[in-house]
């Protein structure tokens, strides 16, 4: 039986629930916000959940040296706003860029299980220069899709009704793209806004009501397809996060490219946010075919006081398997994680023959626990874990584009659907493939911009939830 990382969630699982902190489990997400209970007298009471939060950073931290000797909590009016000070210094270090933070574990157990959220359910991007907002991915299944708004439609103005509406050019004017997150309403079903659309079919104005859906992490329409192009067949996945329904489904796909003996592979995480460590293990399994048991997929490493529960994860072979000749990992400042976890697991292996496409990633070389508190509906999330490849290189803070071997850069063409060959990022994907010259992402910038393209970000709140740490952009 293969070790691995699972075997480390369920000991430290265990381990936490042992010692009345709750369960833990270990996940690649990252980010800032998630909802919180309102303080309560008694257990659950703000002083309370504070001084809970710090314990718990004090005993698992990964960088404890950062944390405060001593800081006065009574000022903080959030939990969440006594983690961020806490966390400040680790912050002005870029190594836990609000990482670290406080969420429900009914919500975000819903998300990790199921795919469970509420929303209008597509992706939205931002034009940064001329203040527009276009939708990047819709999903299946959601009010969106049934309304007809899909990738590369543009949302001209945002209201309640039709008589309030606001432009978006307006919206951002006056409070920046904050504006028109607060303008969308809250995530919560029922929620109807008027959205004037603009597509190749013209404009109208769409009434659109916010409802629970269960996310597809692989999109029946177009996640997983043979491309031909050239007289040459590449097998292309794309994976819109790492939560537990995307095992049947990465293994439907690669059983496929398994099958049609394809061996050139495009792995598009242009928009994967990341999640459970768990299934970027599986997906390092099914493109590990020709590695052995003995192979590292990748070290998890936590702070000296509780390096007994470091683990090195090995690649176990699947049936579904495959060994890839060459990879092209399709990435932008929206690919974080547990997606830069799998890019940086192939380095050693495939060297130039696996390529970032698109544009530089996010920079998450660490992960979190999560500890219970189950009584106030708490769950922690630390950064607890650093992950390193086969070669322990772990500190990409800045983006994978400054350790990949060959990155071609190339924008995000919401013209065309994902996963066409004639899309920019794809093209560019097929062409390293097959050979073809490219010009390389720069790495330096600003870092942890959430960036599709040249003019372009994933709208993201000020405060996001499970499902906007996850799958950025998502309302």
Not at 2 to 14: P, Y
Not at 102 to 130: C, K, M, P, V, W
Not at 208 to 219: E, R
Not at 432 to 460: D, H, P, Y
């Amino acid at each position: 039986m293969k070790a691995g990382r699972f075997g480390a969630l369920l000991s430290l699982v265990a381990m936490l629930s042992a010692c009345s902190s709750g369960g833990g489990t270990v996940t690649g997400g990252g980010g800032s916000g998630g909802s919180t209970p309102t303080p309560t007298s008694g257990a659950c009471s703000l002083a309370d959940r504070k001084s809970w939060v710090l314990a718990q950073m004090n005993e698992w931290y990964l960088f404890p040296e950062t944390l405060p000797a001593s800081l006065n909590a009574a000022p903080y009016t959030t939990v969440q706003d006594y983690i961020d000070a806490l966390t400040a210094t680790a912050r002005s270090q870029n190594k836990d860029r609000y990482f670290t933070y406080i969420t429900s574990i009914a919500e975000e157990d819903a998300y990790y299980n199921s795919g469970s959220s509420a929303g209008f359910g597509f992706r939205l991007s931002y034009d940064t220069i001329a203040r527009r907002v276009f939708v990047a991915e819709t999903f299946e299944g959601t009010p969106a899709l049934t309304a007809g708004i899909d990738r590369g439609a543009e949302i001209i103005a945002v209201g309640t009704s039709a008589g309030s509406l606001q432009t978006v050019s307006a919206l951002m004017a006056s409070g920046g793209s904050q504006a028109v997150v607060d303008a969308l309403g809250p995530t919560t079903a029922g929620t109807t806004r008027v959205l004037r659309v603009t597509n190749s079919a013209g404009t109208r104005d769409l009434t659109v009501s916010k409802a629970d859906y269960t996310l597809t992490p692989v999109s029946s329409r177009y996640g997983a397809q043979i491309i031909t192009d050239g007289g040459q067949q590449y097998g292309y996945v794309n994976l819109r996060t790492f939560i537990n329904t995307a095992d049947p489904a990465l293994r439907a796909a690669f059983a496929n490219f398994r099958a049609a003996g394809i061996t050139n592979i495009i792995v598009d995480f242009r928009y994967n946010g990341g999640g459970l460590v768990s299934i970027a293990e599986l997906m390092g399994d099914l493109l590990g075919r020709n590695r052995s048991t003995s192979d590292v997929f990748a070290y998890t490493t936590f702070r000296a006081s509780k390096s007994s529960n470091n683990q090195t994860d090995y690649f176990g072979v699947q049936s579904q398997s495959i060994a890839p000749t060459k990879i092209a990992f399709i990435g932008t400042g929206g690919t974080a994680s547990a997606s830069e976890l799998v890019i940086n697991a192939f380095i050693p292996y495939l060297g130039t023959n696996s390529a970032l496409i698109g544009t530089n990633t996010y920079g998450k070389p660490v992960g979190q626990i999560a500890i219970d508190r189950s009584a106030c509906d708490d769950r922690l999330r630390v950064i607890a874990f650093a992950v390193e490849n086969r070669d322990h290189q772990s500190a990409y803070y800045s983006g994978l584009a400054s350790i990949m071997p060959r990155t071609c850069r190339a924008g995000d063409d919401l013209t065309r659907p994902l996963g066409d060959p004639n899309e920019a990022s794809t093209r560019a994907a097929i062409d390293f493939l097959a050979g073809r010259s490219c010009t390389a992402i720069s790495s330096s910038g600003g870092i942890g911009v959430q960036s599709v393209g040249e003019r372009q970000e994933l709208l993201q709140p000020e405060r996001p939830g499970t499902l906007q740490r996850e799958v950025p952009g998502a309302f």
